[in-house]
């Protein structure tokens, strides 16, 4: 894995509140460059609305977020995806009655499939999406409808359309979740081998045993705001983790 420790994505004071819950409560982190990172918590605890913020979903209340040195602080979703951050969704965000390929192309430039198909950079789109389909594993149902797949297949097709737009960091909302064992040691696999090539993760996971054998920070998350960070180890002995998962 890449050793460059300098600083990815980094918030400060983030707050987001809904009526009177505070599901982000001026949360400070930083997220390391070059490395596999996760984010854990209990339910509730606010990690998916931090995603939201920071990606530009829904606007923080106050507070600032910046990636590699630029302020991405209440930028639209399509912004930050330009500026370099791809990202996926809790529950899978696909277009059901396309066709896995179809999904692929619309997913890094939505046009009309009809335009797309006429134009010369249609070609190259479609030979990278079968690349990207064939190291995820799917490429052999690129004419399936995606409705037709499996929930970890979609999490697969998902994981493709993201890296169609060639982000350099990836943040992951439970990719293991309502996942097959054999495919949650797929989908690690492709972390670990993007992040051999350079690609910078942001997981949000509950599966303990896939954040801890593919993470080198660890960043904890109770009542909307960090109380622990570290390697696996470091937060797994932390007194405060225990506390805010088991209560003692």
């Known amino acids: 894995m890449s050793t460059d420790a300098g600083r990815s994505l980094e ?3 983030l707050t987001k509140s809904f009526g009177g819950v505070r599901a982000v409560d001026g949360a400070s982190v930083s997220f390391h460059h070059g490395k596999v990172n996760a984010l854990i918590g209990p339910n509730g ?23 590699r040195g630029r ?15 791809g990202r996926s ?24 499939l009809l335009a797309r198909i006429v134009s010369a950079r249609q070609r190259a789109d479609m030979e990278r999406a079968r690349e990207l389909l064939t190291r995820v594993g799917i490429d052999h149902l690129e004419n399936t409808e995606a409705r037709d797949l499996s929930y970890g297949q979609q999490k697969l ?4 359309g993201v890296l169609m ?14 996942v097959n064992p054999a495919l949650i040691e797929r989908i690690g696999s492709l972390v670990r081998s993007l992040n051999a090539e350079g690609k910078t993760f942001l997981i949000v ?5 896939m954040v801890m054998s593919l993470s080198d920070h660890v960043v904890v998350f109770d009542r909307g705001r960090p109380i622990a960070e570290g390697t696996p180890d470091e937060v797994r002995a932390d007194p405060r983790v225990l506390e805010a998962y088991l209560g003692i």
């Open 205 to 209: 996971e509950h599966n303990m045993d």
């Open 89 to 112: 969704f809790q529950l899978c965000r696909i277009f059901p009655r396309m066709t896995v390929l179809e999904n692929m192309l619309v997913s890094v430039r939505p046009r009309t």
């Open 71 to 85: 302020d991405i602080t209440r930028k639209p979703p399509h912004w930050i995806a330009r500026a370099g951050i």
């Open 165 to 178: 737009a060639g982000p350099e960091t990836i943040m992951l909302d439970e990719p293991a979740g309502g």
């Open 45 to 67: 605890s606010g990690k998916t609305t931090f995603f939201n913020c920071v990606t530009g979903m829904i606007r923080p209340d106050s507070g600032t977020a910046s990636y």
């Open 11 to 13: 918030t400060e004071g």
């Open 157 to 160: 097709l998902e994981l493709a």
